[in-house]
C-alpha cells in the first residue's frame, strides 16, 4: 500500500518501498498539511521511530545513561545488541561525557540529542521528525544534523521532517545531506542514495526565505 501523503503536496515524494524513504534518505515538509500526514504515518506504521522536537520525550528525574537504560530495556531486554547500539548512540550525538548528568544541566542541544537517541534506540528503518532541531541555536542545529545524516546513513535509517511553520530545521537537515552529496546544479532533488533527479524552483524562492541549499524538492503547498 502506498504511503498517504509522501507523493502529494506537503512532503516530497520518496524513493524507498512504498513510497518512504531508504536507508540514507530524508525528504522534508513544510506547512500544517505536511505535519498532518507525518501524524498519518506515525499511526500507519506504529513500529517508526516519532519525535516531536517541540516536546521532550526524556525523563526529567533520571539522569542521561539511565533515560537510555531505561528506553534500551523496554526496546531489547537484556540484548547486547541494545547495548551496543546505545554506546553507538551515544558516541554519535555527543553524550558520552554527559551521561552522569541529569537533563536539567544539560545544554538545549544536548537535550535534543538525548531525545533522538531515545528515539533511534528503537530498531527501525523509519524515523518520523515533527518540528526538528527546534529552538536550537545555528551551532547546535548544524552539529545535530550532520550527526544524524551520518547515523541514517549507518543505521540503515530512512527520515520524513514536517515542520509546521519554521524553515530552520528544514534547512539545516537539507544543508547537512547537501554537503554529502553533488554541488547545486540548479535542479531540486530528493536526498540521499539513488534519488533521482527532478526539476523544479528553489524551495525557499516562492517563500522569500531565500534558496535552500541543492537537495531538497519544493513542498507545493
Do not use: K
Amino acid at each position: 500500500m502506498a504511503s498517504p501523503g509522501l507523493s502529494r503536496p506537503g512532503l516530497c515524494p520518496a524513493q524507498g518501498p512504498g513510497g518512504l524513504p531508504g536507508p540514507g534518505q530524508v525528504v522534508l515538509g513544510l506547512g500544517p498539511r505536511a505535519v498532518a500526514r507525518l501524524r498519518r504515518l506515525a499511526g500507519l506504521y506504529t513500529r517508526a521511530a516519532y519525535l516531536r522536537g517541540d516536546r521532550p520525550g526524556f525523563w526529567w528525574e533520571l539522569p542521561v545513561a539511565a533515560n537510555l537504560d531505561w528506553e534500551r530495556r523496554v526496546r531489547w531486554g537484556e540484548s547486547p545488541q541494545g547495548e551496543a547500539r546505545v554506546r553507538h548512540l551515544a558516541a554519535a550525538l555527543g553524550l558520552e561525557e554527559r551521561l552522569h548528568l541529569y537533563p536539567a544541566a544539560l545544554r538545549p542541544g544536548e537535550r535534543a540529542a538525548l531525545d533522538l537517541a531515545l528515539a533511534l534506540i528503537r530498531q527501525s528503518g523509519l524515523l518520523l521528525w515533527e518540528e526538528p532541531l527546534f529552538s536550537l541555536d545555528p551551532r547546535e542545529g548544524r552539529a545535530i544534523a550532520r550527526a544524524v545524516q551520518g547515523l541514517s546513513r549507518q543505521l540503515g535509517i530512512g527520515i520524513v521532517a514536517a515542520s509546521a511553520a519554521s524553515l530552520t530545521g528544514l534547512r539545516q537537515l537539507a544543508a547537512a545531506w547537501a554537503a554529502e552529496r553533488a554541488p547545486a546544479t540548479g535542479t531540486e532533488r530528493p536526498l540521499g542514495p539513488g534519488a533521482a533527479r527532478r526539476p523544479g524552483p528553489p524551495f525557499g524562492e516562492r517563500l522569500g526565505a531565500g534558496p535552500l541549499p541543492a537537495g531538497i524538492q519544493e513542498p507545493r503547498l
